[in-house]
């Protein structure tokens, strides 16, 4: 059942930093950033870009493309893409891996949001001053040993997501990207004023941008790659349902271009932000997840203004989390908006409450369900496989096939305003060297 009005961004700009906020999540604050200091700096980050530019925004952009073309979700789009370019009905997986995938990611990552917004109330409060090593252990702890609280900030998390989405694509999406990005910048700008104060900047800046090209083995190249497919939310059906919301006068390239140009600027702010901290204080950077929830908040007790400092972070934590869940909920509000008579409201409560419920078997994993093991997993890792080893880039291949391949070449050549030329290059990526790198990073997965 397709409904005859469909949302619209009402401006290219707030359609970019919506799609820069589903690209912002959690893994910039602190995955890339450590990413970079590990694996050579700057030479990283070169080899990163580089990756960018070959797979990252050909993918983006062919999602992009199919969704604007059919305004339709995902699934309804590639069925019928597929259909009017005379293309196998087999095509639809594409939509729906992608729709699930969206939908899977976002009942796990949730309870990591809650996680975020449970120490920010924490840090707001004080509960960190003079926290020792042994509490914040134990705080971390206790906290996923206890399904209440777990559920709890789960549910205000979702609450958050359902509220924002249920306001449709300009009135919600759009409008809370407009408050939450900049919000997020001001508050990474403000944490970077903190640490270039500090005595660890210095070393900060040494680990991100010093080039070591001696650092670039095959598995940090591989690295690259990879992480270059996943930060731009590739594959899991929400740059098809932001495409669907855009109007022919957006250049696709030329967003694709600052979209990924915004998310590596502030990934790399974040570690600005972050490993004066590290350093000042004598902490392992690689610490991973248990420096954020265990090791930052004894530094946050201790240091001078660390109570603001542990408000600024947790909020930038949660704000990030945020504008991902919020892309991560569309493509499934989206497709019962259209398929089924629910109207916008009623299609993210029914959206809402169905991953919500998923997440309670994920939060469960952590103590009452600890046990229960699927394929050797327990149900929060075993989604977490699911959709980054297969579903997602599965997803992504079958988007940048189907427009290299399927698609009337010289429709989708006028569409993206390409000269000859460029057409040829546009091509040689989409139809090679895209999907060559998207089957290794799968490849490499498994």
């Known amino acids: 059942m397709k409904k005859g009005h469909h949302g619209q961004w009402s401006s290219r700009m707030g359609f970019v930093l919506a799609a820069v906020g589903s690209a912002v ?27 960018i530019a070959l797979i990252g925004l050909p993918i983006i952009v062919a999602e992009w493309l199919i969704g604007r073309r059919a ?39 949730s309870v990591i949001g809650g996680w975020a917004l449970s120490y920010l109330i924490d840090a707001g409060s004080g509960s960190f001053n003079g926290m020792g090593k042994e509490t914040a252990d134990a705080a971390f702890s206790n ?45 990474l700008a403000l944490m970077v004023g903190y640490g270039a104060a500090s005595d660890g900047f210095a070393q900060a800046l040494a680990y991100l941008f010093a080039p070591d090209f001696a650092k670039l083995t095959g598995a940090v190249l591989l690295a690259a790659l990879g992480h270059a497919f996943f930060t731009l939310s590739l594959g899991m059906g929400i740059m098809i349902a932001y495409g669907s919301y855009l109007g022919q006068q957006v250049d696709l390239l030329r967003a694709a271009r600052t979209v990924a140009i915004m998310d590596t600027v502030i990934a ?60 991560l909920l569309e493509p499934s509000v989206e497709l019962l908006e259209e398929r089924t008579p629910l109207s916008r409201i009623g299609a993210t409560l029914v959206a809402g409450v169905a991953t919500w ?90």
């Not at 005379?86 to 796990?108: D, E, P």
């Open 143 to 187: 906290m996923l040993a206890d399904p209440g609280t777990l559920l709890t900030w789960h549910t205000v998390f979702m609450g958050l997501t359902v509220g924002v989405v249920a306001m449709g694509v300009a009135g919600g999406l759009e409008r809370a990207s407009r408050i939450l990005m900049p919000t997020l910048g001001i508050l």
């Open 268 to 327: 790399l702010a974040a570690g600005l932000a972050i490993f004066p901290i590290v350093f000042a204080n004598g902490l392992d950077p690689a610490a991973g997840p248990g420096l954020v929830f265990v090791t930052l908040p004894l530094v946050f007790g201790k240091v001078t203004g660390g109570l603001l400092l542990g408000v600024m972070f947790f909020a930038l934590l949660t704000f990030a989390a945020l504008t991902s869940a919020i892309s």
């Open 357 to 446: 419920a998923l997440g309670i078997a994920a939060l469960l994993s952590f103590n009452l369900w600890s046990d229960v093991l699927i394929f050797g997993n327990n149900i929060f890792d075993l989604l977490d496989k699911m959709t980054s080893k297969f579903l997602l880039p599965l997803t992504a291949l079958g988007a940048i096939v189907f427009v290299g391949w399927c698609l009337k070449a010289e429709s989708v050549r006028e569409e993206l305003g390409l000269s000859s030329g460029g057409f040829v290059l546009w091509n040689l990526i989409t139809r090679f060297v895209a999907p060559i790198g998207v089957l290794v990073v799968f490849i490499s997965s498994l």
């Open 71 to 109: 305004q339709e979700n995902p699934i309804n789009a590639m069925a019928d893409l597929a259909r009017s370019n005379g293309r196998s009905k087999a095509w639809v997986m594409v939509g729906v891996s992608g729709t699930l995938a969206g939908f899977l990611i976002l009942s796990f990552y």
């Open 25 to 51: 999540g959690l893994g910039n604050i602190w995955k890339f950033p450590y990413m970079v200091g590990q694996s050579g700096g700057a030479a990283f980050v070169a080899v990163y870009l580089v990756c």
